[in-house]
C-alpha cells in the first residue's frame, strides 16, 4: 500500500518562472481534455520535467504521474520513497504518492488504485510509452492492471509535441549552454596533442562545461580517434593520440537538462588530400543545412540539402541516412530529442522556437579516414540561428 505525502507549497524552479510552468500545466489539461482523454499517465522524465518541473532519476524504476483533464483533480505523482524530496521541492505534483520496495511491490496495482480514487473507472487515459521511462516489462504490468478499469490510448506525442517549441526562457537556457560546448571543444583541441589519451579530450571537455556552471551530459562525450574516428558511436576504452591522427569529437553541453550538441575535428600532422577534401565537403553540407533550415519548410529538407552535396561530393556511400535531431531537456541515456530525426521526406513542419543539432558525418571504412562536424541551431523568424561558434577547424 502506498502513503501519501502533500506536494510543495511554493516551488520554485531553476530554469524557468513557476508561472510559466503553471502555464504549461494548464495548457496540457485543456490538450489532454481536447483529446477526449479524461487523464494522461506520464512516464517520459523529459515530460514531468516540461509539465510539473519534476527533476528525478526515478523514471528507472516506476514513476507515473497522473494528469487529469479536469482541473480540480491532481495532478498525481507516483514513485519511490527516494525521489520524494525532489518531487516536493522541484515540482507541481500536489499530491504524491510513495511506493515502498518489497518482494510483493506492485506499482501498477498502485496506480490503478489511484485511478479508480479519482473517479476515473471506465474513463480513457492516455499513456506514454515511447520512453525509457517505461520498461517493457512496466508496460505490461500496467496494461495487466488496468485491464476492466481504464481503457489506454498512446499518447507519447501529445506533451512530446507541445514542447518541440521553445519559450524565451528555455532559450536563454539554451543560449548559456552554447557557451559552455564551445568552452569544451576549445578545452579538447587545446589537449589534442601526440602522446596523451584521448580521454584526457574527454575530461577537458566535461571539466570545461561542468566548471563553466553546466550540468553532466546525458550521455557521452564521444571522442573517436584514429580509426574508430570513422564510427557513429563512442566505444570503451582510451587510445593514445599519434603523431599524425585524427579525432572526432561529438558532445552534448548541458545546462537545467537542456543540451546543445556539437561535433568537430581535431587533425594531428600531415592530412591526406582525402580527407582534406572530405572536410571542404562536411563545411559546404553544414553551410546548406542551415541554409534549409527555414520556418515553413519540412524538417526532410535540412536533410535533403545535406545528402545533394555529399552526393554531389561522392560521398553517398560515407554517409549517414539521417543528419541530425531536435534537441532539448532529456535525460539519460540520450541527449537526443526524438522524433522526429532529420531525414528526407520528413514531413514536420519548422517552426520558429525549434532547436536541431545537424550535423554532417563522413568516415570511409576504406582508408580509415573521418571528417565531421556540426552546430545547434535555433529555427527563428527569418531562418536558422547557429548557436555555437567554435572553430570549424
Given at each position: 500500500?502506498?502513503?501519501?505525502?502533500?506536494?510543495p507549497?511554493?516551488?520554485?524552479?531553476?530554469?524557468?518562472?513557476?508561472?510559466?510552468?503553471?502555464?504549461?500545466?494548464?495548457?496540457?489539461r485543456?490538450?489532454?481534455?481536447?483529446r477526449?482523454?479524461?487523464?494522461?499517465?506520464?512516464?517520459?522524465?523529459?515530460?514531468?520535467?516540461?509539465?510539473?518541473?519534476?527533476?528525478?532519476?526515478?523514471?528507472?524504476?516506476?514513476?507515473?504521474?497522473?494528469?487529469?483533464?479536469?482541473?480540480?483533480?491532481?495532478?498525481?505523482?507516483?514513485t519511490?520513497?527516494?525521489?520524494?524530496?525532489?518531487?516536493r521541492?522541484?515540482?507541481?505534483?500536489?499530491?504524491?504518492?510513495?511506493?515502498?520496495?518489497?518482494?510483493?511491490?506492485?506499482?501498477?496495482?498502485?496506480?490503478?488504485?489511484?485511478?479508480?480514487?479519482?473517479?476515473?473507472?471506465?474513463?480513457?487515459?492516455?499513456?506514454?510509452?515511447?520512453?525509457?521511462?517505461?520498461?517493457?516489462?512496466?508496460?505490461?504490468?500496467?496494461?495487466?492492471?488496468?485491464?476492466?478499469?481504464?481503457?489506454?490510448?498512446?499518447?507519447?506525442?501529445?506533451?512530446?509535441?507541445?514542447?518541440?517549441v521553445?519559450?524565451?526562457?528555455?532559450?536563454?537556457?539554451?543560449?548559456?549552454?552554447?557557451?559552455?560546448?564551445?568552452?569544451?571543444?576549445?578545452?579538447?583541441?587545446?589537449?589534442?596533442?601526440?602522446?596523451?589519451?584521448?580521454?584526457?579530450?574527454?575530461?577537458?571537455?566535461?571539466a570545461?562545461?561542468?566548471?563553466?556552471?553546466?550540468?553532466?551530459?546525458?550521455?557521452?562525450?564521444?571522442?573517436?580517434?584514429?580509426?574508430r574516428?570513422?564510427?557513429?558511436?563512442?566505444?570503451?576504452?582510451p587510445?593514445?593520440?599519434?603523431?599524425?591522427?585524427?579525432?572526432?569529437?561529438?558532445?552534448?553541453?548541458?545546462?537545467?537538462?537542456?543540451?546543445?550538441?556539437?561535433?568537430?575535428?581535431?587533425?594531428?600532422?600531415?592530412?591526406?588530400?582525402?580527407?582534406?577534401?572530405?572536410?571542404?565537403?562536411?563545411?559546404?553540407?553544414?553551410?546548406?543545412?542551415a541554409?534549409?533550415?527555414?520556418?515553413?519548410?519540412?524538417?526532410?529538407?535540412?536533410?535533403?540539402?545535406f545528402?545533394?552535396?555529399?552526393?554531389?561530393?561522392?560521398?553517398?556511400?560515407?554517409?549517414?541516412?539521417?543528419?541530425?535531431?531536435?534537441?532539448?531537456?532529456?535525460?539519460?541515456?540520450?541527449?537526443m530529442?526524438?522524433p522526429?530525426?532529420?531525414?528526407?521526406?520528413?514531413?514536420?513542419?519548422?517552426?520558429?522556437?525549434?532547436?536541431?543539432?545537424?550535423?554532417?558525418m563522413?568516415?570511409?571504412?576504406?582508408?580509415g579516414?573521418?571528417?565531421?562536424?556540426?552546430?545547434?541551431i535555433?529555427?527563428?523568424?527569418?531562418?536558422?540561428?547557429?548557436?555555437?561558434?567554435a572553430?570549424?577547424?
Amino acid at each position: 500500500m502506498h502513503e501519501r505525502f502533500a506536494g510543495p507549497a511554493d516551488p520554485r524552479p531553476d530554469h524557468v518562472p513557476i508561472a510559466e510552468l503553471r502555464s504549461r500545466l494548464l495548457r496540457l489539461r485543456e490538450a489532454v481534455a481536447a483529446r477526449g482523454l479524461a487523464a494522461l499517465l506520464v512516464f517520459a522524465p523529459e515530460s514531468h520535467y516540461w509539465a510539473t518541473g519534476l527533476d528525478t532519476g526515478g523514471y528507472v524504476f516506476f514513476q507515473c504521474g497522473i494528469i487529469p483533464a479536469d482541473p480540480a483533480k491532481g495532478p498525481v505523482l507516483l514513485t519511490r520513497r527516494p525521489d520524494l524530496a525532489q518531487a516536493r521541492d522541484t515540482s507541481l505534483y500536489g499530491d504524491i504518492r510513495v511506493w515502498y520496495d518489497a518482494n510483493d511491490a506492485a506499482p501498477a496495482m498502485e496506480l490503478r488504485d489511484i485511478l479508480v480514487e479519482l473517479g476515473l473507472r471506465g474513463e480513457r487515459v492516455g499513456i506514454e510509452t515511447a520512453t525509457y521511462g517505461l520498461t517493457g516489462a512496466n508496460h505490461a504490468a500496467v496494461l495487466a492492471a488496468l485491464e476492466g478499469v481504464v481503457a489506454t490510448a498512446p499518447a507519447s506525442d501529445l506533451i512530446h509535441g507541445m514542447r518541440a517549441v521553445k519559450s524565451v526562457s528555455e532559450i536563454a537556457v539554451i543560449r548559456r549552454a552554447a557557451a559552455l560546448a564551445d568552452a569544451a571543444v576549445a578545452a579538447a583541441r587545446e589537449r589534442a596533442t601526440p602522446g596523451v589519451r584521448d580521454s584526457v579530450l574527454t575530461a577537458a571537455a566535461l571539466a570545461a562545461i561542468l566548471e563553466g556552471g553546466g550540468d553532466m551530459p546525458p550521455a557521452g562525450p564521444l571522442c573517436n580517434s584514429g580509426r574508430r574516428a570513422i564510427y557513429g558511436r563512442g566505444v570503451g576504452g582510451p587510445r593514445v593520440l599519434e603523431a599524425t591522427d585524427q579525432v572526432v569529437l561529438e558532445l552534448a553541453a548541458t545546462l537545467h537538462r537542456y543540451n546543445v550538441c556539437i561535433e568537430r575535428t581535431f587533425l594531428l600532422g600531415p592530412v591526406p588530400d582525402a580527407q582534406r577534401r572530405m572536410a571542404d565537403t562536411v563545411a559546404e553540407a553544414c553551410a546548406a543545412m542551415a541554409a534549409a533550415a527555414r520556418p515553413g519548410h519540412p524538417a526532410g529538407a535540412i536533410a535533403e540539402a545535406f545528402g545533394a552535396v555529399l552526393d554531389r561530393a561522392g560521398q553517398a556511400r560515407n554517409r549517414f541516412a539521417a543528419c541530425g535531431y531536435p534537441l532539448g531537456a532529456t535525460f539519460r541515456p540520450s541527449w537526443m530529442d526524438v522524433p522526429p530525426m532529420l531525414h528526407p521526406g520528413n514531413p514536420t513542419p519548422l517552426v520558429p522556437g525549434m532547436v536541431f543539432f545537424p550535423h554532417a558525418m563522413l568516415g570511409d571504412a576504406e582508408t580509415g579516414l573521418a571528417f565531421g562536424s556540426g552546430d545547434t541551431i535555433l529555427i527563428t523568424e527569418t531562418g536558422a540561428e547557429v548557436l555555437t561558434r567554435a572553430p570549424f577547424r
